[in-house]
């Protein structure tokens, strides 16, 4: 596979929203003293935000931004076609579907229709997430990102095999 398309999946992260949406997570930023300053000085900042970006768990704002990340179960989760990439998408839904919706009604389009446009998104070369809420007031991101990276074209490929 060297220097030809393939795709890595990231996740599933599973966490508390507030965690999701805490920015200063989720960008790759120095860890130098005034970053360490910042986060001691927040009331009860996430356990994450002592790493380093390359060893944090949470989702990155930008896709392309996994790929600076090495985590040991890479090399199960690269995938050198998008269909395959898709159906590891649709495991992790099934085995933790999204919560259901107080009136009933469709949480989103369906995994068919899911599953057929990760395929089609990732055999472009475009990045796929998804994200969803779990019962208990948790979320779930999983993400599937094209390597090389069209928008980060300068970060390598995190799997040392490839």
Not at 76 to 92: F, H, M, R, S, V
Not at 120 to 138: A, F, K, N, Q
Request: charged residues 15%; neutral net charge; proline residues 12%.
């Amino acid at each position: 596979m060297t220097n030809s398309r393939h795709w890595h999946g990231y996740g599933p992260w599973i966490g508390r929203p507030e965690q999701y949406f805490g920015e200063y997570l989720r960008r790759p930023s120095p860890f130098d003293s005034a970053w360490h300053a910042m986060v001691a000085g927040m009331k009860g900042p996430d356990q994450e935000a002592h790493l380093p970006f390359e060893q944090r768990t949470i989702p990155p704002m930008q896709t392309g931004h996994y790929l600076l990340r090495r985590p040991s179960y890479l090399g199960k989760q690269t995938w050198p076609e998008p269909k395959e990439a898709a159906e590891w998408l649709a495991n992790i839904y099934e085995l933790h579907p999204p919560a259901l919706r107080p009136d009933g009604g469709a949480v989103d389009c369906g995994l068919g229709a899911k599953v057929a446009h990760a395929t089609m998104s990732l055999g472009s070369g475009v990045d796929v997430v998804w994200v969803h809420y779990l019962p208990g007031e948790r979320m779930l991101c999983m993400a599937v990102v094209a390597c090389p990276n069209r928008f980060h074209p300068g970060v390598p490929c995190p799997h040392p095999l490839l």
